[in-house]
């Protein structure tokens, strides 16, 4: 999976992560940077997206698109999609761009909009990343986790980064007798959860 990436997908990869370093030094506004998971993170996504069950594959924040490549490309593997949500029409704009350059679109649903009003309909989830505004993450566990599959995938970023933000779902998600859960320090820290 990782041996044979295709230069379009690595070329913006590569692109994106200096956007996204440029954005960290200059002190881009806030909702305008890219905020993107680093690379580890995103072959770590890869390896537990392909290992998930059959079924819906989410992502809630895409942003430019960097982690849905990453997803992606194990969808590629197993003949799924991931569908992607992100609300800021700027980033959709871009996200699109890094689709279609990566010849990813057949791989790919972005819906722009707020993911919570979507969840609903989605009633076998088998893997979703959650990558937000941090003040959405208990929301979307609450909705996610009821209809996800036996053996469904989550994994929240930021679990040790922005901790004490997200301390209340994090204890919620480590207690909750539904899941296995927890924080794997890799990257800005992921809450990784399976349902039971």
Not at 7 to 22: A, G, H, W
Request: net charge negative.
């Amino acid at each position: 999976m990782f041996h044979n990436i295709p230069e379009s997908i690595k070329k913006r990869m590569e692109y994106l992560e200096e956007l996204d370093t440029k954005d960290r030094i200059d002190g881009t506004p806030r909702m305008e940077r890219l905020r993107q998971i680093p690379p580890e993170t995103g072959q770590f996504l890869s390896l537990l997206a392909a290992s998930a069950p059959k079924g819906e594959f989410l992502e809630i924040g895409t942003s430019a698109g960097y982690s849905t490549m990453w997803i992606a490309i194990a969808c590629k593997l197993i003949g799924n999609k991931i569908i992607t949500f992100e609300i800021l029409e700027e980033k959709v704009k871009m996200a699109r761009e890094t689709f279609k350059l990566t010849n990813l679109e057949d791989f790919i649903e972005l819906i722009e909009g707020d993911a919570r009003e979507y969840i609903p309909n989605y009633i076998n989830i088998s893997f979703c990343f959650l990558d937000a505004e941090k003040e959405v993450y208990g929301d979307c566990y609450d909705l996610l986790i009821p209809n996800m599959v036996k053996g469904g995938i989550l994994i929240a970023d930021n679990a040790i980064n922005h901790y004490e933000t997200l301390k209340p779902m994090l204890d919620k998600a480590l207690t909750d007798k539904r899941v296995d859960a927890l924080v794997v320090p890799i990257g800005k820290g992921e809450l990784v959860c399976r349902k039971i």
